[in-house]
T-cell receptor
Framework: AQSVTQLDSHVSVSEGTPVLLRCNYS??????LFWYVQHPNKGLQLLLK??????LVKGINGFEAEFKKSETSFHLTKPSAHMSDAAEYFC??????????????FGKGTLLTVNP | DAGVTQSPTHLIKTRGQHVTLRCSPI?????VSWYQQVLGQGPQFIFQ???????GRGNFPDRFSARQFPNYSSELNVNALLLGDSALYLC???????????????FGPGTRLTVL
């Protein structure tokens, strides 16, 4: 069964320092992977997605993620954190439900805190 | 363009009651999925509908049901509410059922259900 594991429930960084949010996946085939962000009392916003076209994926707001098959990882990074990046981040894998239909399976989330 | 809209934004019910949540997808999107997000957890898949047919169902009891209308809007119904049904209910739309490769699901702001 396909699944994702977010290795840190909470990451705290200072403004202007790099961000690293870690995600490992489990899949019997090449998966589709996503990172979504959820700000307090808001819905989920797609940051980026991997669909096998390129292993380094660039997303919105300066975020990027690298798909590493040998390590089964899809870590999210950003060179310099901004206060507005404080939110909950979810690593997500697309999982087959029936035939060619898929559902999203979410990790438990990583809460990013950015300190001034 | 309007994004995914959900109504109501907040709802308070008592145990044993019934609730109906509504979702309007992005214009042109034909697939709607429902997710339940319990506080402190990642969203969990409940249903996916496409062209008014159920295309996927998560591990939820029969108290949960849904339907999709000809205009592609959707309703999620929950009968005999339990305290554990308290959660944020998210609706997501996509052009077609998630095929695992290219389609992206766009989320609405959610309906916060509190069961007392």
């Amino acid at each position: 069964a396909q699944s994702v594991t977010q290795l840190d429930s909470h990451v705290s960084v200072s403004e202007g320092t790099p961000v690293l949010l870690r995600c490992n996946y489990s899949s019997s085939y090449s998966p589709s992977l996503f990172w979504y962000v959820q700000h307090p009392n808001k819905g989920l916003q797609l940051l980026l997605k991997y669909t096998s076209a390129a292993t380094l994926v660039k997303g919105i707001n300066g975020f990027e993620a690298e798909f590493k098959k040998s390590e089964t990882s899809f870590h999210l990074t950003k060179p310099s954190a901004h206060m507005s990046d404080a939110a909950e981040y979810f690593c997500v894998v697309s999982v087959s439900t029936r035939g060619s239909n898929y559902k999203l399976t979410f990790g438990k989330g990583t809460l990013l805190t950015v300190n001034p | 363009d309007a994004g995914v809209t959900q109504s109501p934004t907040h709802l308070i019910k008592t145990r044993g009651q019934h609730v109906t949540l509504r979702c309007s997808p992005i214009s042109g999107h034909k697939s709607v999925s429902w997710y339940q997000q319990v506080l402190g957890q990642g969203p969990q898949f409940i249903f996916q509908y496409y062209e008014k047919e159920e295309r996927g169902r998560g591990n939820f009891p029969d108290r949960f049901s849904a339907r999709q209308f000809p205009n592609y809007s959707s309703e999620l119904n929950v009968n005999a509410l339990l305290l554990g049904d308290s959660a944020l209910y998210l609706c997501a739309s996509s052009f077609r059922p998630q095929t695992g490769l290219t389609d992206t699901q766009y989320f609405g702001p959610g309906t916060r259900l509190t069961v007392l």
